[in-house]
């Protein structure tokens, strides 16, 4: 049986294994290794774009694996299919991984209804493992009816999850701190549902900071978005809620929501509009990719690099030039390819 097939025969412990071997064939970085996975990747296109991608990040200590293991028991409990992909933080030493998701999960991992794919981020911007987004291909191609992609933590870098999901969520704590470092602008604004999480340790924090933040989301909806200040009905508005993953309490309003704003988005059409607005900017991100991999690897560049990188470091030529000097190298380079 081939490994496409495999993962399209339904759920069952073939097709388990067929996932864990095309999600570790999508992340080799040998040649043979990624054709491969090209291959397989366009004979399961047709089979994919069916499950809800739903992105949730925030800081360390939030909860979002409790969060996350109620929400997906609670999505088995529905009768739908769950697959996690929860990027943990490499070692800046040996590159690995602690892969702790599992451990934090224990009940959902156990159940055959859900996959829980735990991957290193390798250093890659955006919390999100580099082939986050071929990893949720597969799973939806599975049958998964909702994929779930949690990043590493939230900062200037760990906002990639909300350019290749359908919906963006952030968690909050009750007592943030200073409520500036607690709504930070450049992560709310991607946001469309902020979760105040363990409401039940301070019910009285979670009920200031909900209003805080949804009056924040107010503001950066009338000054980003001219839509969402004529209170639109047709359109998904940000909204903040309190919730407590802990005790299982609100997590059914969490996914009435979710299921809110995925009709809504659906019926106005910018849900498939977002879709193909990612699938463009992911494949310009893979050109870009690739480009900055065959500059780096060009003998014509290398041979000049660490000279030229010398002078630039020294002051004796300007880091404008020496990029145009090292561009010309690579594109004489390959003119004569």
Request: aromatic share 4%.
């Given at each position: 049986?081939?490994?496409?097939?495999?993962?399209?025969?339904?759920?069952?412990?073939?097709?388990?294994?067929?996932?864990?071997?095309?999600?570790?064939?999508?992340?080799?970085?040998?040649?043979?290794?990624?054709?491969?996975?090209?291959?397989?990747?366009?004979?399961?296109?047709?089979?994919?774009?069916?499950?809800?991608?739903?992105?949730?990040?925030?800081?360390?200590?939030?909860?979002?694996?409790?969060?996350?293991?109620?929400?997906?028991?609670?999505?088995?409990?529905?009768?739908?299919?769950?697959?996690?992909?929860?990027?943990?933080?490499?070692s800046?030493?040996?590159?690995?991984?602690?892969?702790?998701?599992?451990?934090?999960?224990?009940?959902?991992?156990?159940?055959?209804?859900?996959?829980?794919?735990?991957s290193?981020?390798?250093?890659?911007?955006?919390?999100?493992?580099?082939?986050?987004?071929?990893?949720?291909?597969?799973?939806?191609?599975?049958?998964?009816?909702?994929?779930?992609?949690?990043?590493?933590?939230?900062?200037?870098s760990?906002?990639?999850?909300?350019?290749?999901?359908?919906?963006?969520?952030?968690?909050?704590?009750?007592?943030?701190?200073?409520?500036?470092?607690?709504?930070?602008?450049?992560?709310?604004?991607?946001?469309?549902?902020?979760?105040?999480?363990?409401?039940?340790?301070?019910a009285?924090?979670?009920?200031?900071?909900?209003?805080?933040?949804?009056?924040?989301?107010r503001?950066?909806?009338?000054?980003?978005?001219?839509?969402?200040?004529?209170?639109?009905?047709?359109?998904?508005?940000?909204?903040?809620?309190?919730?407590?993953?802990?005790?299982?309490?609100?997590?059914?309003?969490?996914?009435?929501?979710?299921?809110?704003?995925?009709?809504?988005?659906?019926?106005?059409?910018?849900?498939?509009?977002?879709?193909?607005?990612?699938?463009q900017?992911?494949?310009?991100?893979?050109?870009?990719?690739?480009?900055?991999?065959?500059?780096?690897?060009?003998?014509?560049?290398?041979?000049?690099?660490?000279?030229?990188t010398?002078?630039?470091?020294?002051?004796?030529?300007?880091?404008?030039?020496?990029?145009?000097?090292?561009?010309?190298?690579?594109?004489?380079?390959?003119?004569?390819?």
């Amino acid at each position: 049986m081939s490994l496409a097939a495999a993962l399209l025969g339904g759920p069952g412990p073939v097709q388990r294994r067929a996932i864990a071997k095309a999600i570790t064939l999508l992340e080799s970085t040998r040649t043979d290794h990624r054709q491969q996975a090209d291959a397989l990747l366009t004979e399961l296109l047709p089979h994919t774009g069916r499950a809800l991608r739903l992105g949730i990040s925030g800081v360390p200590g939030v909860g979002k694996s409790t969060f996350i293991e109620a929400l997906g028991l609670f999505l088995i409990d529905q009768g739908l299919r769950v697959a996690v992909l929860a990027v943990d933080p490499s070692s800046s030493v040996s590159g690995g991984s602690i892969l702790g998701d599992k451990t934090r999960m224990e009940r959902l991992s156990m159940d055959e209804r859900a996959y829980i794919r735990p991957s290193p981020s390798s250093g890659t911007l955006g919390g999100v493992a580099e082939k986050t987004r071929e990893a949720m291909l597969i799973c939806e191609a599975a049958g998964f009816d909702v994929v779930i992609v949690e990043t590493v933590g939230v900062g200037q870098s760990e906002t990639a999850v909300a350019g290749m999901t359908d919906m963006y969520c952030l968690l909050q704590l009750p007592n943030a701190g200073d409520d500036l470092q607690a709504i930070k602008k450049g992560v709310m604004e991607l946001a469309d549902l902020v979760v105040i999480n363990k409401a039940d340790i301070d019910a009285a924090a979670a009920t200031r900071a909900q209003a805080q933040i949804a009056s924040s989301l107010r503001l950066f909806g009338q000054l980003g978005h001219p839509d969402h200040a004529h209170h639109d009905r047709t359109i998904w508005h940000p909204r903040a809620m309190q919730l407590s993953a802990l005790k299982a309490d609100g997590i059914d309003s969490f996914w009435a929501a979710v299921s809110e704003y995925r009709d809504l988005q659906t019926a106005n059409g910018r849900l498939a509009a977002k879709r193909q607005a990612q699938a463009q900017a992911w494949m310009w991100e893979r050109i870009q990719a690739g480009l900055r991999q065959r500059f780096a690897e060009a003998p014509a560049v290398r041979a000049v690099l660490a000279e030229t990188t010398a002078q630039v470091l020294n002051g004796t030529l300007a880091a404008s030039t020496a990029a145009r000097r090292l561009l010309a190298k690579f594109s004489g380079e390959n003119d004569h390819a």
